[in-house]
Nanobody, 131 residues
Framework: QVQLVQSGGGSVQAGGSLTLSCVAS????????MGWLRQPPSKAREEVAA???????SYASSVRGRFTISWDSANNTLYLQMNNLTPEDTAIYYC?????????????????????????WGQGTQVTVSS
């Protein structure tokens, strides 16, 4: 059983920055794969970014160039550095790791694989960006 504990988030003005953290108690079996998803108010959950054990990453087009996902193996911590935030980034952010995943699915199909294969989830953290 993997436990994911999130921290960070909060409220910031447009153009500001925030960093989210997600500490993993242990890895799932199989290839390493972790990522962030978010759920804006009254909208469906959407991908933000994913990372695999080789450091390959993927980003939603809406955040590419502004957000950076990273993994600190020494501390079992996943990070999401968010810069130049806009009100459209307002959402509840979740870290997740699928119970199993190929490397390809991790990078190219992360939102689908966490649903299809099941996943462990962080508790969610609110990010609010004001204009």
């Amino acid at each position: 059983q993997v436990q994911l504990v999130q921290s960070g988030g909060g409220s910031v003005q447009a153009g500001g920055s925030l960093t989210l953290s997600c500490v993993a108690s242990e890895y799932t079996s199989g290839p390493f794969c972790m990522g962030w998803l978010r759920q804006p108010p009254s909208k469906a959950r959407e991908e933000v970014a994913a990372i695999d054990s080789e450091g390959s990453t993927s980003y939603a087009s809406s955040v590419r160039g502004r957000f950076t996902i990273s993994w600190d193996s020494a501390n079992n911590t996943l990070y999401l550095q968010m810069n130049n935030l806009t009100p459209e980034d307002t959402a509840i952010y979740y870290c997740a790791t699928p119970r199993s995943s190929t490397k390809r699915n991790c990078i190219y199909n992360f939102p689908a694989v966490v649903v299809q294969n099941g996943a462990f989830w962080g508790q969610g953290t609110q990010v609010t960006v004001s204009s």
